[in-house]
């Protein structure tokens, strides 16, 4: 295949670009240099159209196929943004930014997705458009939804949006898919506890909030071990308590509890939500305490569509061969931002090896430059096969 060993050549560029993305790491839509890096290149390309500050910072570059702006669209995406930790790899191209850095590999997603883009001008492989897309705020900030509020898939005509992210442990040079929920929701409860506080030598005279938050995140316990289908997974985490006192013979008058629920499906999330209210509640009712719920709700589910699950695999089978490309990789519970692209428009979200590096959020992780090629391959065979096989 021509394109491997033309890869092999630039790969090592593209590794360039990732380094100094990953030198000069940049939060939520505070992502400027990033996306003049990518606009700058996209233009460079050859791209028929990019178009910038859609999504606050998001890019986008369309690039026509073989018979011009005619037929299907379909869309592309990589995140831009870094994360609030400092960075201990000692790498060479580590982060210049003290508390900042890409310990998520989207410094690599956004290489890959530069590299595909020059491969898709120069070759034009394809009939319809492939829209490259550049988001910010991934980590938190839903820039995500952010796009698809500014009209990303309208504007561009998108019919179908295709995701990629790196997965440690996950050898270099395959890739992990799956029909159906791929990345879970994640949901806040935010419980404050109201009671009377008072000397701890006489609780009788106080309403204790403190024994009422124990005995709700014991409780809380059953949403998913007696309120949850066993088939279905669910988590619900507290992972926040404070107390207003930390004396030792007061008793408080307020504590605080907040943690976070992942599910895999609409239903359960939902259920859930009504779940921990409800055991929240009674048990406030219980121990004679006051209680305000509060609940918001994060990054959906992440739902890859069927068809566009089976594009995902004859690309990837077509860059890593039958054995490398794994149908059936397990969901993780973990959430992402592009859920909001695919509830806009079908797609297919997918891993791409990392190898043995430290895990994702890890201040000593990096993206494995040897992934590249096999990412930016895969980018260049989706199109191709997404926009020749379905006319
Ligand atoms: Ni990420």
Known sequence: MALTDHLANRASEIAEWRQDIHANPELL?????TAGFVAERLEAFGCDEVVTGIGRTGVVGLIHGRNGAVGRTIGLRADMDALPIAE???????????????ACGHDGHTAMLLGAARELCDERNFNGTV???FQPAEEGGAGGRVMVEDGLMERFSIDQVF?????????????????????????????EILGKGGHAAMPHTTADPMVAAAQMIVSLQTVVS????????????????????????????????????RTLSPKVRDETEANVRRVVEGVAAAHG??????????????VNNASAVRTAIAAARKVAGDDEVITDHPPMMGAED??????????????????????????NYD???????????????????ALNENL
């Open 29 to 33: 839509f505070d992502v400027h240099r």
């Open 88 to 102: 201990t790899t000692g790498v060479p191209w580590a982060s210049k930014v003290r508390g900042k850095m890409h």
């Open 131 to 133: 829209a490259v897309i």
């Open 163 to 191: 995701g990629m992210h790196n997965l440690p442990g996950l050898p270099v040079g395959q890739f992990g898919m799956r029909t159906g929920a791929i990345m879970a929701s994640a949901d806040y409860p935010e419980i």
């Open 226 to 261: 007696r309120s949850t289908d066993p088939l279905e997974a669910n988590v619900v985490s507290i992972t926040k308590l404070t107390a207003d006192s930390s004396a030792f013979n007061v008793i408080p008058e307020r504590v605080t509890l907040g943690g976070t629920v």
């Open 289 to 302: 305490v006051g209680v305000t719920f509060r609940y918001r709700r994060g990054y959906p589910v992440t």
């Open 338 to 363: 592009f859920a909001y692209m695919l509830e806009a428009q079908p797609g297919a979200y997918i891993f791409v090896g990392n190898g043995n590096s430290a895990g994702l959020h890890s201040p």
């Open 367 to 385: 993206f494995n430059d040897d992934a590249i090629p096999h990412g930016v391959r895969y980018w260049v065979a989706l199109a191709e096969t």
